[in-house]
């Protein structure tokens, strides 16, 4: 028993025929974290069953007698664990030691780290994660404000990410990192459940679903050494992992009820449970508000459902199904002088905006015996979104009440990706081998037009074979193959080497038009151009990772990813007033570097400091330009070379169990994320741009606050600061007419937020902009916009949790 700790949970049941279910957890030893894909054997290996992604398994239909478990992980120690079964169920959690760690004496604990923060293993859920940049985010253990998906709340341990915040309802979730524009998440590759769920994960790859966080287990990133296994992005991989069935009980609700400011009202209900090999998680939400400024009204629904049936102790089926839908309102953007004067106030009230996400997904789960297994996931996305309103480049002019612009874009995709995970020896040390492969088929309408003269949503062009701006099919193809080894060399070294092959077909087949009108306003004439353009290729990727332990409580590692991003459909296409698009734009290339040091003890503290380097060739934005007829616009275009580096820090503590840890009952956590980068753009051939910041790269991104507990009731307090960014490329500081480009003003932010529970109840109440600040951090080219999207002033939510 000298590598691993466990303890004993009796459970009394009720004794049918002598028939009783052995189970458990288990947890590693240093983080507590769930290990998932551990076999547990029993006896003389004759039945085994695999850990699920809490870690969590089970053996059925054992009669009275003594049993003995043995465990086997790649990551950790076996441990090998005696159980006697005396009419009466059994539970049992079992603490593994780190494969590095030697432990001197067995030690009974049963507290896991509450910090809501940790990492991810070398080997987890059919993935590889030896020397990379991992953050796992465990929503259920943070006190902040989830029932409006605060970004800022949520996401605030991980370093250097640049937040949008759009509305105060968490409809969208907009992060970036590293100069990374956060538009809808684009720069990463965000999945649900390990499958895509953005637009078009090549063609449009910006993300209009949010899951909600009340219903997600946790949140993984990995930093852009993912490209390897999940795609090409700069970003890296964004995961939402929804919540799991509970195996314990066959039936269990969760309901939970908030109200707020400006009109807030959120309702979430999940149920869940356990019947024989059936298990279940589902959950429904509703969500309304008015929204801070006028104009600015939504609904949203959003239903989940997660079925798996388990054939065997080593195979389960699975299959989730995701559908959402919202209207939203669109009060519009300000210039500088308006945000100034009055940053409440709308001069937009016909503009509307409307998504619909509907997301079906397979997935089968196999494990042949301790060293081989296997995944397979199909999905698919059927969705639209829709974007109606007036927005001219001048943003305060007054709404003529003319045709709105009307943008519907719908989306066909599906996909398949499988992986296979085999765990071999090389001489007398295990190596890990993940290889794997992908197909997906995107298929995207989008059409632009005059809409309605109307105030209300109405989402139909008008009644005019004139109307239509632009018309345009985008289909896409691509089919990646990918491999990843983890050697292991000695007992404290560890070397990943990766190389993955990507083959691209991207088609806009479509036309695009111009309309005259007389001096009434009247259509009087359109031309329209017919357009056909493919473009194919196929490269490879390559990548390494080191990582070195010194101790069991540190990992130094390193890792070197090429990068890729294909152009989008709007980087191909899309009629907007104030905008130009380079008909000569190119991919974007480039590579990242990661090195740095962490604890690999999450208890009582955790720290990651590392530093990186992103060279970004090719990188595409705007620059502002006169045309001839001296009107000021935008040209969308290839930038050039854009050099990205510096320092991500992030240290966390529980100085009072520090100082005192024999009292279980009071915690006090302080922490602080502090990312300090330098951009510059090293080579353009637009003047007066070499030298110049990239855009969304403030110097100094400062996340820190502080957490208390005692018992059942805990509160937290988050000071957020983020120094001046610009937001194109050329620097420039003053809005314009159009405010679309121009400097972000640093701003400060504080947020509080409270949480006790008591038995089946938890009441939750959050403070968010405490100060009242009135802020910004995005200018939008188009919807929702154009123009500065203020942020929520000061706001108010309270939720009631009842658990049946």
């Keep these: 028993m000298k590598s691993a700790t466990c303890f004993f949970f009796l459970v009394n049941t009720v004794t049918v025929l002598a028939q009783h279910r052995l189970s458990g957890t288990v947890l590693s030893r240093q983080d507590s974290v769930a290990v998932t894909g551990c076999t547990i054997y029993l006896n003389n290996g004759k039945r085994s069953v695999l850990t699920d992604s809490l870690g969590q398994f089970s053996f059925t239909d054992l009669p009275n007698g003594h049993y003995v478990l043995h465990t086997s992980s790649p990551d950790f120690k076996s441990a090998k664990i005696s159980v006697n079964l005396a009419e009466r169920d059994q539970y049992v959690v079992i603490q593994l030691a780190s494969r590095l760690e030697t432990l001197s004496e067995v030690t009974v604990t049963d507290k896991q780290s509450d910090f809501g923060f940790t990492r991810m293993r070398g080997v987890e859920s059919m993935g590889i994660y030896e020397g990379k940049k991992s953050e796992v985010i465990i929503p259920e253990q943070l006190v902040a404000n989830l029932s409006t998906n605060n970004a800022r709340q949520i996401y605030a341990r991980v370093a250097g990410l640049n937040i949008w915040e759009n509305e105060g309802a968490g409809l969208q979730l907009s992060v970036g990192g590293r100069g990374l524009d956060p538009n809808r998440s684009s720069n990463f590759n965000v999945r649900q459940n390990g499958y895509d769920i953005s637009a078009d994960a090549l063609g449009y790859p910006e993300s209009y679903y949010t899951p909600p966080i009340e219903g997600v287990g946790r949140i993984q990133i990995v930093r852009g050494a993912a490209s390897l296994q999940y795609g090409t992005q700069f970003g890296g991989l964004l995961n939402f992992v929804m919540k799991k069935p509970i195996t314990d009980r066959t039936f269990e609700l969760t309901a939970r009820q908030t109200i707020g400011s400006f009109g807030f009202y959120n309702a979430f209900t999940s149920a869940s449970g356990t019947i024989g090999k059936l298990s279940y998680y589902t959950f429904f939400q509703y969500k309304k508000g008015d929204g801070w400024r006028p104009n600015s009204h939504f609904t949203n629904y959003t239903a989940f459902a997660d079925i798996d049936y388990r054939?065997?102790?080593?195979?389960?089926?699975?299959?989730?199904?995701?559908?959402?839908?919202?209207?939203?309102q669109q009060p519009g953007g300000l210039t500088d002088a308006m945000f100034a004067e009055n940053p409440r106030q709308s001069n937009r009230e016909r503009n509307w905006f409307k998504v619909n996400w509907t997301m079906p997904a397979l997935h089968f789960d196999h494990k042949v015996n301790a060293n081989n297994e296997l995944n397979l996931r199909l999905f698919g996305l059927y969705a639209y979104r829709y974007s109606l309103g007036f927005r001219p480049n001048r943003v305060a002019s007054i709404d003529d009440m003319s045709e709105r612009d009307l943008i519907k874009g719908d989306f066909q995709n599906y996909g398949a990706e499988a992986r296979y995970l085999k765990r071999y020896y090389v001489g007398k040390k295990q190596a890990v081998l993940l290889v794997g492969g992908r197909y997906y088929h995107g298929y995207n309408h989008s059409i632009q037009g005059l809409g309605s003269t109307g105030k209300d949503a109405n989402f139909n062009f008008i009644d005019n074979e004139q109307a239509i701006a632009s018309d345009y099919q985008f289909p896409n193809r691509n089919v990646a193959l990918f491999a990843e080894n983890i050697f292991y060399i000695g007992d404290k070294l560890s070397i990943t080497p990766g190389l993955r092959y990507e083959y691209i077909h991207t088609t806009a087949d479509g036309f695009y038009g111009t309309i005259a009108r007389d001096l009434a306003g009247n259509i009087i004439n359109s031309v329209r151009t017919s357009e056909a353009r493919t473009n194919n290729r196929q490269f490879v990727l390559g990548g390494i990772g080191i990582s070195y332990k010194p101790v069991a409580q540190l990992d130094i590692y390193g890792n070197l990813s090429q990068n890729y991003r294909s152009i989008t459909f709007s980087d191909m296409r899309i009629a907007n007033p104030s905008q130009v698009i380079d008909p000569n734009l190119q991919d974007e290339k480039g590579y990242s570097l990661d090195a740095g040091i962490r604890s690999t003890q999450t208890t009582l503290y955790n720290f990651d400091v590392s530093l990186f380097y992103l060279n970004y060739n090719n990188r595409i934005g705007e620059v502002q330009f006169y045309d001839q007829n001296d009107r000021v616009l935008?040209?969308?275009?290839?930038?050039?070379?854009?050099?990205?580096?510096?320092?991500?820090?992030?240290?966390?503590?529980?100085?009072?169990?520090?100082?005192?840890?024999?009292n279980a009952n009071l915690s006090g956590v302080l922490f602080a994320n502090v990312a300090l980068i330098h951009s510059t753009y090293k080579a353009s051939e637009i003047a007066g741009v070499v030298g110049n910041q990239v855009e969304f790269v403030p110097d100094i991104n400062l996340k820190s606050g502080v957490r208390l507990g005692y018992k059942n009731l805990k509160a937290s307090f988050q000071y957020t600061h983020l120094s001046d960014q610009f937001s194109d490329a050329t620097n420039a500081r003053d809005g314009g007419v159009s405010a679309v480009i121009g400097l972000i003003p640093a701003y400060t932010i504080m947020d509080a937020s409270l949480s006790y529970q008591f038995r089946r109840f938890r009441l939750e109440g959050s403070l968010n902009n405490l100060a009242n600040k009135a802020y910004f951090t995005r200018r939008a080219t188009g919807y929702p916009g154009p123009g500065i999207l203020p942020s929520d002033g000061r706001s108010v939510y309270i939720t009631l949790q009842v658990k049946l």
Excluded at 312 to 328: C, K, N, V
Excluded at 634 to 655: C, H, K, P, T
């Design 634 to 662: 935008r040209r969308r275009g290839n930038i050039g070379q854009a050099v990205i580096m510096g320092l991500e820090s992030y240290a966390e503590a529980d100085f009072l169990r520090l100082v005192n840890p024999s």
């Design 311 to 328: 054939f065997s102790e080593q195979t389960t089926l699975g299959f989730d199904i995701t559908q959402m839908s919202y209207l939203a």
